[in-house]
C-alpha cells in the first residue's frame, strides 16, 4: 500500500503488508510495521521515531546525504536506498545506491540520458572471491558488457553481441595485476570456441597458446607461439572422421614447414622433417613407428626427387 502524509508532523503507521511510506514534510513518527516496507526519510524527520517494523525493510533517502549515523539496524531496517536525480548537466538521470545494515554499499544502479543503464554489485562481506562486478545494459535492458574485478587484483571483460552483429557470441578478456591481457575467449554462433592464453611473465618456453574447440566442447586444433619465433599448430580428429588421431605441423621463423608429426587410430606414428632452408642433400625425411614406439623404416626425398627406404 502506498501511504503519503502531508507537510506537518504526523504519525503513520503501516499495515501488515508490503507498503511504501512517505511522510512528505514536517517531523513525522513512522513505524512500518509488518511486510516488507519501504520508508522515505527525508531530513525533518527524526530518526529514533522511523522505524521499519518487521519483515525486509528498507530506508529511502531522495537527494539527500546518506545518513549513516542513523543506525539501521536499531530502526528495524534491512537496508537503505539513496537516489539522486541529475538536476541538470551530467550524462546520467539517477543513481540509486544499495547498502546494508552497517552503511557499506553492496549495489548500485545508473541510469544514463540515452537509455542505457550499468548495475554493480559489491562484495563488503568478502563472501565471493571477487571485490566487485559491473553490468552494461543497453536500451533493451540487455547485457552488453560485464566487467569483474578479483581478489586477486586480476579482472576479467566480457562483451556481448546482443544484435548479432558478429560471427561471435560473446567475448572474455582476462587481466592479470598489471593490466595486461593474460587470455582471450571468444565464443561463436555456430556454439566452436577459441580460448588464448599469454605468458605474460615469460615463465614458459612460448609465448601464447592457441585452442580451439567444436560445438560439444572438444579440443579440435592447438597453435602454440614459441619464444624463439618458431610455432606449432596441431589438428585434432575429435570426430573421428580420419584415420589418424592427430597431426603437428613446425613452422620456422619464417612461416616454413620444418616437420609434420601424424599420430593414426592403430597406434602408428610418422615424424617427418623437410629441409625448408635447403641445407641438406634431401628435400624431407619420414620415419615411421609401428604401435608399439618401433622405428621399422626411414623413407627420404632427395632434392633431385628420386626417393629411398631403409627399413628396420
Wanted: charged share 20%.
Amino acid at each position: 500500500m502506498n501511504i503519503t502524509g502531508t507537510n506537518n508532523a504526523e504519525v503513520i503507521n503501516g499495515t501488515a503488508g508490503d507498503d511504501v511510506i512517505d511522510g512528505l514534510g514536517g517531523n513525522d513518527a513512522i513505524d512500518g510495521g509488518a511486510g516488507n516496507d519501504r520508508i522515505v526519510y527525508d531530513a525533518a524527520d527524526d530518526p529514533l521515531h522511523v522505524t521499519g517494523g518487521s519483515g525486509f525493510d528498507t530506508l529511502v533517502i531522495n537527494d539527500l546525504a546518506a545518513p549513516t549515523t542513523y543506525n539501521l539496524l536499531a530502526g528495524s531496517f534491512e537496508a537503505a536506498e539513496r537516489i539522486q536525480h541529475d538536476s541538470g548537466g551530467n550524462n546520467w538521470t539517477t543513481i540509486t545506491s544499495i547498502y546494508n545494515q552497517s552503511w557499506q554499499m553492496t549495489a548500485q544502479d545508473v541510469r544514463y540520458d540515452n537509455g542505457t543503464r550499468a548495475w554493480s554489485n559489491f562484495d563488503v562481506g568478502n563472501s565471493e572471491n571477487w571485490t566487485q562486478v559491473w553490468f552494461n545494459y543497453d536500451l533493451q535492458d540487455r547485457i552488453v558488457t560485464a566487467d569483474l574485478f578479483r581478489d586477486d587484483g586480476a579482472h576479467s571483460w566480457s562483451q556481448y553481441d546482443v544484435d548479432n552483429q558478429h560471427n561471435w557470441s560473446e567475448l572474455i578478456y582476462v587481466f592479470d595485476l598489471q593490466n595486461r591481457v593474460a587470455s582471450h575467449d571468444i565464443r561463436y554462433d555456430d556454439g566452436t570456441r577459441g580460448w588464448s592464453n599469454l605468458d605474460l611473465d615469460d615463465t614458459q618456453t612460448w609465448s601464447q597458446s592457441w585452442v580451439t574447440y567444436d560445438a560439444q566442447g572438444r579440443l579440435i586444433s592447438q597453435e602454440t607461439r614459441n619464444d624463439d619465433g618458431t610455432r606449432i599448430w596441431g589438428t585434432i580428429d575429435a570426430t573421428d572422421a580420419q584415420t589418424w588421431s592427430d597431426a603437428w605441423y613446425g613452422f620456422d621463423t619464417q612461416n616454413r614447414m620444418t616437420s609434420l608429426e601424424a599420430h593414426f587410430d592403430d597406434g602408428r606414428r610418422n615424424w617427418t622433417g623437410y629441409d625448408a632452408a635447403n641445407a641438406q642433400a634431401w628435400a624431407n625425411q619420414s620415419y615411421h613407428y609401428d604401435a608399439g614406439g618401433h622405428l621399422f623404416e626411414v623413407v627420404t626425398t632427395w632434392d633431385d626427387g628420386h626417393t629411398t627406404t631403409t627399413a628396420f
